[in-house]
């Protein structure tokens, strides 16, 4: 996990090819009001996610004779030429970028500090893991290994099929090329000198935040941030700053995908955005998220492959000689074990932890994880409530590690109770706020101060734990030091886990209720994946989301719906159908039949929030509390 930002002033910039109402912005000038968003704000938020290391690079680019000239300056930038002022240099008109990279190193045997720069004057930083798609030694350094694999890119930004510009013969990969094979989360932004190009973006399923602020009248520089700095927040909430929502909006997520920055010195440094195709198909195919079989016939509810076509009666066969539930639990087992990689640093107790409630998916997170990880390590369970031994998510988390101890009872499992008084709270909830930016309603804030503090690992542990809430019982302070974060995304979205999904289900049978997993699916990047990445990854730690693997998506795509979920069946049955029998696989037996609970309303964050904000729950959902905007106030 890493924090990455990129600023860049003096450059015109063209968004017509995504905004077409978009107006090209003047180059900045010294005597306008103050930013909103400092460079040194950007720097201290990032610091955050990234314990390890900080560092920056800035470039000069100015024009020479109608061409693009480099000019690269080591650390910061000298005072004779500000970030944000254009300048000349050599009678030339100048542009300015600075890289910035903060690094929490989770893989490699040597330390690096971003940006990493090569030899031939390419920059380069990344937030990211590689778990699949091209080859990378244990011991190696993704981004290292990334590094040298762009190197190899051609640069050729400017050709109308660019996208598609290798031959069986050269292997020679374009930039969206390369990033189009990648299996795992990432963000980048990328400096190639060959083509003077900016190349940005974000992962097909976003899995990592990358904010972007396009130039205004407000604020003209080109900005991104793997998050948003607290200072925007603050000022924000000053009753005396004029727009207000607009400058709340200052920031939006990006749209997965990769972009390129081309600039051109004879357009008096334009610089023009352009959106490139993916080009793996499988990726492709799992953006789509088109399901191959949606709707049953009556017949093929009793479970008979002979009822399937030819072509359908591979998979479907699966069912029938009991194969399919054995595939859906080593595709997740495999990818949990892909995502306990991890360097010989920074090495503790409890390397990898789980975000916990005791529930269906975080108790086969936390199943799978003892099958992968050496016995010779502790896994701590990270649970969150602001109501003590009395919130749903503590009781079942309680009942949840009892029956894990059960099943390996030579692992020691650390439930690490994070208790938490909403009521004072002040200073984080500001914190938080900053975090989701730029979601702003009060689900977002609740679900975020939750992940906040349960990522944070802070709490207490005891020896035992006691179901029967013993007063006398006792609890010792505890820290989590694990650096890795394995968390349950995408298992309600793929497996009709939300009450949506039923009441859809009731309304439009099982074409209405594909319709609404993958509507689901394709929005997770934008209501929930940035969000959960910002909040968890503040406290210094890598969210990893094996629900959200590849070859996982690709295998229950591929799965007919009735055996993904029956929702003609009770809650704690047909929901997420296909989870519990793996839940039953791995002898969770009373995890298998445990409803859905939302991480809000388990830990009761909604509960007091409701009382806080709106004086009632009652009130709270006559005011439609969940989808209401907080006042950062």
């Given at each position: 996990?890493?924090?990455?930002?990129?600023?860049?002033?003096?450059?015109?910039?063209?968004?017509?090819?995504?905004?077409?109402?978009?107006?090209?912005?003047?180059?900045?000038?010294?005597?306008?009001?103050?930013?909103?968003?400092?460079?040194?704000?950007?720097?201290?938020?990032?610091?955050?996610?990234?314990?390890?290391?900080?560092?920056?690079?800035?470039?000069?680019?100015?024009?020479?004779?109608?061409s693009?000239?480099?000019?690269?300056?080591?650390?910061?930038?000298?005072?004779?030429?500000?970030?944000?002022?254009?300048?000349?240099?050599?009678?030339?008109?100048?542009?300015?970028?600075?890289?910035?990279?903060?690094?929490?190193?989770?893989?490699?045997?040597?330390?690096?500090?971003?940006?990493?720069?090569?030899?031939?004057?390419?920059?380069?930083?990344?937030?990211?893991?590689?778990?699949?798609?091209?080859?990378?030694?244990?011991?190696?350094?993704?981004?290292?290994?990334?590094?040298?694999?762009?190197?190899?890119c051609?640069?050729?930004?400017?050709?109308?099929?660019?996208?598609?510009?290798?031959?069986?013969?050269?292997?020679?990969?374009?930039?969206?090329?390369?990033?189009?094979?990648?299996?795992?989360?990432?963000?980048?932004?990328?400096?190639?000198?060959?083509?003077?190009?900016?190349?940005?973006?974000?992962?097909?399923?976003?899995?990592?935040?990358?904010?972007?602020?396009?130039?205004?009248l407000?604020?003209?520089?080109?900005?991104?941030?793997?998050v948003?700095?607290?200072?925007?927040?603050?000022?924000?909430?000053?009753?005396?700053?004029?727009?207000?929502?607009?400058?709340?909006?200052?920031?939006?997520?990006?749209?997965?995908?990769?972009?390129?920055l081309?600039?051109?010195?004879?357009?008096?440094?334009?610089?023009?955005?352009?959106?490139?195709?993916?080009?793996?198909?499988?990726?492709?195919?799992?953006?789509?998220?088109?399901?191959?079989?949606?709707e049953?016939?009556?017949?093929?509810l009793?479970?008979?492959?002979?009822?399937?076509?030819?072509?359908?009666?591979?998979?479907?066969?699966?069912?029938?000689?009991?194969?399919?539930?054995?595939?859906?639990?080593?595709?997740?087992?495999?990818?949990?074990?892909?995502?306990?990689?991890?360097?010989?640093?920074?090495?503790?107790?409890?390397?990898?932890?789980?975000?916990?409630?005791?529930?269906?998916?975080?108790?086969i997170?936390?199943?799978?994880?003892?099958?992968?990880?050496?016995?010779?390590?502790?896994?701590?369970?990270?649970?969150?409530?602001?109501?003590?031994?009395?919130?749903?998510?503590?009781?079942?988390?309680?009942?949840?590690?009892?029956?894990?101890?059960?099943?390996?009872c030579?692992?020691?499992?650390?439930?690490?109770?994070?208790?938490?008084d909403?009521?004072?709270?002040?200073?984080?909830?500001?914190?938080?706020?900053?975090?989701?930016?730029?979601?702003?309603t009060?689900?977002?804030?609740?679900i975020?101060?939750?992940?906040?503090?349960?990522a944070?690992?802070?709490?207490?542990?005891?020896?035992?734990?006691?179901?029967?809430?013993?007063?006398?019982?006792?609890?010792?302070?505890?820290?989590?030091?694990?650096?890795?974060?394995?968390?349950?995304?995408?298992?309600?979205?793929?497996?009709?886990?939300?009450?949506?999904?039923?009441?859809?289900?009731?309304?439009?049978?099982?074409?209405?209720?594909?319709?609404?997993?993958?509507?689901?699916?394709?929005?997770?990047?934008?209501?929930?994946?940035?969000?959960?990445?910002?909040?968890?990854?503040?406290?210094?730690?890598?969210?990893?989301?094996?629900?959200?693997?590849?070859?996982?998506?690709?295998?229950?795509?591929?799965?007919?719906?009735?055996?993904?979920?029956?929702?003609?069946?009770?809650?704690?049955?047909?929901?997420?159908?296909?989870?519990?029998?793996v839940?039953?696989?791995?002898?969770?037996?009373?995890?298998?039949?445990?409803?859905?609970?939302?991480?809000?309303?388990?830990?009761r964050?909604?509960?007091?929030?409701?009382?806080?904000n709106?004086?009632s729950?009652?009130?709270?959902?006559?005011?439609?509390?969940?989808?209401?905007?907080?006042?950062?106030?």
């Amino acid at each position: 996990m890493c924090g990455i930002a990129l600023i860049v002033s003096g450059v015109r910039i063209d968004l017509s090819s995504l905004i077409p109402s978009h107006v090209l912005t003047a180059n900045y000038s010294s005597d306008s009001a103050p930013l909103l968003v400092s460079i040194d704000d950007i720097k201290a938020a990032l610091r955050k996610r990234g314990p390890d290391s900080l560092g920056s690079r800035s470039i000069l680019l100015h024009a020479d004779e109608g061409s693009i000239i480099r000019s690269s300056m080591e650390g910061e930038p000298t005072s004779e030429c500000g970030l944000t002022d254009g300048c000349v240099f050599n009678n030339g008109l100048v542009g300015k970028a600075l890289f910035i990279g903060a690094t929490l190193q989770l893989r490699g045997v040597y330390p690096i500090t971003q940006p990493l720069v090569d030899k031939c004057g390419n920059i380069f930083v990344y937030n990211g893991e590689v778990f699949g798609g091209f080859e990378l030694g244990s011991e190696s350094n993704d981004t290292e290994v990334l590094m040298q694999s762009l190197g190899k890119c051609c640069n050729c930004i400017s050709r109308e099929h660019d996208d598609a510009c290798s031959s069986s013969h050269n292997k020679i990969y374009s930039v969206p090329e390369l990033l189009s094979t990648i299996k795992g989360p990432w963000a980048f932004i990328y400096w190639q000198e060959s083509s003077k190009t900016i190349w940005f973006g974000r992962d097909g399923l976003g899995r990592r935040s990358l904010l972007v602020h396009w130039p205004s009248l407000k604020d003209p520089r080109l900005i991104f941030s793997s998050v948003s700095p607290p200072s925007s927040i603050e000022e924000c909430s000053d009753p005396g700053y004029e727009n207000q929502q607009s400058e709340l909006n200052f920031w939006e997520e990006l749209p997965c995908g990769v972009y390129s920055l081309s600039m051109s010195a004879s357009e008096n440094f334009l610089g023009r955005v352009k959106r490139h195709n993916w080009t793996n198909p499988f990726l492709e195919e799992l953006i789509k998220w088109e399901r191959c079989f949606v709707e049953p016939k009556p017949e093929h509810l009793i479970e008979s492959p002979e009822v399937f076509s030819r072509e359908q009666q591979g998979i479907v066969s699966w069912f029938a000689t009991g194969l399919l539930h054995q595939k859906v639990l080593a595709a997740l087992k495999e990818s949990v074990r892909r995502r306990t990689i991890f360097s010989g640093h920074h090495l503790d107790n409890s390397p990898v932890s789980v975000l916990f409630s005791g529930g269906l998916d975080s108790m086969i997170l936390a199943a799978l994880l003892d099958e992968c990880l050496d016995p010779k390590y502790e896994i701590d369970l990270l649970n969150v409530s602001f109501d003590g031994h009395l919130a749903p998510d503590r009781i079942s988390a309680r009942a949840g590690v009892n029956e894990l101890r059960k099943i390996s009872c030579l692992r020691r499992w650390n439930l690490v109770e994070i208790d938490a008084d909403l009521s004072k709270l002040t200073l984080e909830t500001k914190q938080v706020m900053s975090l989701i930016n730029p979601s702003n309603t009060y689900m977002d804030l609740n679900i975020g101060i939750a992940l906040w503090l349960a990522a944070s690992g802070d709490g207490w542990l005891s020896e035992e734990v006691d179901m029967n809430n013993n007063p006398e019982h006792q609890r010792v302070k505890y820290k989590s030091d694990s650096r890795i974060l394995l968390v349950g995304s995408g298992a309600d979205e793929q497996c009709a886990g939300y009450g949506r999904h039923r009441t859809k289900f009731r309304q439009s049978s099982w074409v209405g209720l594909n319709e609404e997993m993958k509507l689901d699916m394709q929005r997770i990047w934008k209501r929930n994946l940035g969000r959960d990445d910002r909040c968890i990854a503040d406290n210094g730690k890598e969210a990893r989301f094996p629900f959200l693997d590849e070859d996982v998506i690709s295998l229950l795509l591929h799965i007919p719906l009735w055996e993904i979920a029956d929702l003609r069946q009770p809650s704690g049955v047909g929901d997420k159908k296909i989870l519990r029998e793996v839940a039953r696989m791995l002898q969770l037996h009373e995890a298998a039949v445990l409803p859905k609970r939302a991480i809000q309303f388990g830990s009761r964050i909604a509960r007091e929030s409701n009382r806080k904000n709106f004086g009632s729950n009652r009130a709270a959902n006559q005011a439609s509390a969940g989808s209401a905007l907080f006042n950062p106030n």
